[in-house]
């Protein structure tokens, strides 16, 4: 079966460090994908991970362990227009078919 | 560049209708895939077209069906609309098939009653 579990909600401070876990159990794989989601909006692509180890981009960074099933999203300086809902997909070989996690939703308070 | 464009915004419907929803994918992508987001979920996947045709299919039963058009542009129809069905419907484009970045249009609010 497909499934991706990350925490439902999360709460940090302005400026600080946040990190979102994501485990997945999956029949394959192909890429793990974090996107950003305001209420209301469209997903936002933020990070993808195909090898293991840490991509990192401006305030975002993305670590992916294969062997462990285990990604997380790590946010640096948090600012209030972060508070927003963070989704891990992980994308099935041979299709461009993503399986979304529930989502995260993260407050960041001033 | 245009981004991804769907309509209506908003729709309210009930059982047993019919609906169509309609995407405008970005300029040059020929690759859609369509997602339905219920409140409080992740998006999960309906189906996907790739130049016309389609590429890969969700657990969604067959009275989801879709269309894609020589634009790349591309429908969702629902028939024997039911109340689980109301939810965000998501549209998504990319380049091509197996690129990694898809551009997620602002989806479609439907409400089943």
């Known amino acids: 079966g497909q499934n991706i579990d990350q925490p439902t909600e999360m709460t940090a401070t302005e400026g600080a460090i946040v990190q979102i876990n994501c485990t997945y159990q999956?029949?394959?794989?192909?890429?793990l994908f974090w996107y950003q989601q305001h209420a209301g909006e469209a997903p936002t692509f933020l990070s993808y991970?195909?090898?293991?180890g840490l991509e990192e981009k401006g305030r975002f960074s993305s670590f992916l362990s294969r062997s462990k099933g285990y990604s997380y999203l790590l946010l640096k300086e948090l600012q209030m227009k972060d508070s927003a809902s963070y989704l891990c997909?992980?994308?099935?070989?041979?299709?461009?078919?993503?399986?979304f996690g529930t989502g995260t939703r993260l407050q960041v308070f001033p | 560049e245009t981004g991804v464009t769907q309509s209506p915004t908003h729709l309210i419907k009930t059982r047993g209708q019919q609906v169509t929803l309609r995407c405008s994918s970005q300029?040059?992508?020929?690759?859609v895939s369509w997602y339905q987001q219920a409140l409080g979920q992740g998006p999960q996947f309906i189906f996907q077209?790739?130049?016309?045709?389609?590429?890969g299919r969700g657990n969604f039963p067959p009275r989801f069906s879709g269309l894609q058009f020589p634009n790349y542009s591309s429908e969702l129809n629902v028939n024997a609309l039911e109340l689980d069905d109301s939810a965000l419907y998501l549209c998504?484009?990319?380049?091509?098939?197996?690129?990694?970045?898809?551009?997620f249009g602002p989806g479609t609010r439907l409400t089943v009653l």
């Open positions: 300029s040059g992508h020929n690759t």
């Open positions: 991970n195909v090898l293991d």
């Open positions: 077209y790739y130049r016309e045709e389609e590429n």
């Open positions: 997909a992980v994308r099935e070989p041979y299709t461009d078919k993503l399986i």
């Open positions: 999956t029949s394959g794989f192909n890429g």
């Open positions: 998504a484009s990319s380049l091509d098939r197996g690129e990694n970045e898809q551009f």
